[in-house]
């Protein structure tokens, strides 16, 4: 078993600011649902830096502390943040980004290449630890778009960005043979990540 590796991808739990339907990427809202413990032990855990996925970490992994990145936060939706389609509905430039959401950009916030990008590298040096480390089995705690970002590059059935279906609170397991995932070759084996039920944390 030494050749298999695991990353789990987990959502953090539904925030207010999620409840309204707002656009959350780098500003932060309070957890408003019970998060379950991860039922799998991890060698390692890493987290975005922001609230919401460091409470969901801790609820998740009670005895551990996450290794915070930055780069694993979600897309800076800039002037947007914290607003909702009915706040922004008559807003042009935001209608052309939902035309087209690949390619413009949120005013003051990040295009889909500087956020895929950005997710790129963080992504890079988690495996540049599991590797230098030999670890085996690793937890990343994130938000929804830099799951879906993940997936849509190493799940081993090719989806597009928004064909991906991430559960506040839950999570998947990525399966590679450790020489595989060196040679950056998609993942051989996708399951949901098992949780603890009826546990708050």
């Known amino acids: 078993m030494d050749d298999t590796v695991v990353i789990a991808l987990f959502r953090h739990g539904l925030t207010e600011a999620n409840k309204r339907q707002a656009y959350l990427g780098w500003t932060d809202s ?31 992994f009670p ?26 509905e008559d807003d ?21 290449d500087e956020f895929s990008e950005r ?9 540049d630890i599991m590797i230098n480390l030999s670890l085996n089995k690793t937890a990343i705690v994130t938000h929804g778009g830099v799951i879906r970002a993940i997936l849509s590059k190493w799940a081993p059935m090719e989806k597009g960005f ?3 279906e991430v559960p506040h609170g839950k999570g998947y397991e990525l399966i590679w043979n ?24």
């Open 30 to 60: 309070p957890l408003c649902q019970k998060v379950e413990r991860a039922s799998e032990e991890y060698d390692y855990h890493f987290s975005s830096d922001l609230g919401r996925c460091l409470e969901t970490a801790n609820r998740m």
């Open 63 to 88: 005895n551990d502390k996450a290794h915070t990145m930055e780069e694993l936060r979600e897309m800076n939706f800039g002037g947007w943040e914290g607003k909702t389609y009915e706040e922004l």
């Open 92 to 112: 042009s430039e935001y209608q052309l980004w939902l035309s087209d959401s690949f390619s413009k950009k949120p005013p003051e916030g990040e295009s889909f």
């Open 119 to 127: 997710v790129d590298f963080g992504w890079n040096k988690v495996i």
């Open 162 to 164: 928004w064909e991906w």
């Open 178 to 201: 450790r020489e595989d995932l060196r040679r950056g070759e998609r993942c051989t084996l996708l399951r949901e990540a098992p949780l603890m039920a009826n546990l708050s944390g």
